[in-house]
């Protein structure tokens, strides 16, 4: 069984940083190409990054280029978000998600979710 | 305002069948791009329910089916269950855009 459980959410002042975790079991982050997907409050989900099988490649969303990193361990088999300069509007919960890539490109699985607020 | 469109609600009886409908354009579902459906049941993360238009994975029962057609896919429910109250949303690949993009959502309310 497939398990995602993500760590490192909070309350964090506008222009400071916090990284996320994604510890997962059931699958290897080291075969598999895997994301982050935020939720605003009473929004819809938006993809933010995704990080290619190959470790080397990965990509970002406009609101997120710049700003934040995603990484993983395989030795841990955790995937990271670096997210800096924060502002509000990154208020949100954040899913760690396996991503299908080409020619798929869906989430086909998702972590229970941590909550990022970003306030003064 | 989401790339893909969906309706705000629907509503069934028990038993009903609903359809929830997912409009893009011709670069992300009418380029060929798969159309998938999550179920976000109150208080939990997204669950995938249909992928690739229209294949379920393992353990989503046989009363959830989608499919697509041109710019459009559509989620249909039948034999509506009260546990299927939720909010759904469609997602596909838009390479033009931010890539990955979700429709605004659906919320079911079982009567």
């Known amino acids: 069984e497939v398990q995602l459980l993500e760590s490192g959410g909070g309350l964090v002042q506008p222009g400071g940083s916090l990284r996320l975790s994604c510890a997962a079991s059931g699958l290897s982050l080291s075969t598999n190409a895997m994301s982050w997907v935020r939720q605003a409050p009473g929004k819809g989900p938006e993809w933010v990054s995704v990080?290619?099988?190959?470790?080397?490649?990965?990509y970002y969303a406009d609101s997120a280029k710049g700003r934040f990193t995603i990484s993983r361990d395989t030795s841990k088999n955790t995937l990271y978000l670096q997210m800096n300069s924060l502002r509000a509007e990154d208020t949100a919960v954040y899913y760690c998600a396996k991503f299908l890539e080409w020619p798929n490109y869906y989430f086909e699985y998702w972590g229970q979710g941590t909550l990022v607020t970003v306030s003064s | 305002q989401s790339v893909l469109t969906q309706p705000p609600s629907v509503s069934g009886a028990p038993g009903q069948t609903v359809t929830i409908s997912c409009t893009g354009s011709s670069t992300n579902i009418g380029a060929r791009y798969g159309v998938h459906w999550y179920q976000q049941l109150p208080g939990s993360a997204p669950k995938l329910l249909i992928y690739s238009n229209t294949n379920r994975p393992s353990g989503v029962p046989d009363r959830f089916s989608g499919s697509k057609s041109g710019t459009s896919g559509s989620l249909v429910i039948t034999g509506l269950q009260a546990e299927d109250d939720g909010v759904y949303y469609c997602?596909?690949?838009?390479?033009?855009?931010?890539?990955?993009?979700f429709g605004g959502g659906t919320k079911l309310t079982v009567l």
């Open positions: 990080i290619a099988t190959n470790g080397y490649s990965t």
């Open positions: 997602q596909s690949y838009d390479p033009s855009l931010t890539d990955s993009v």
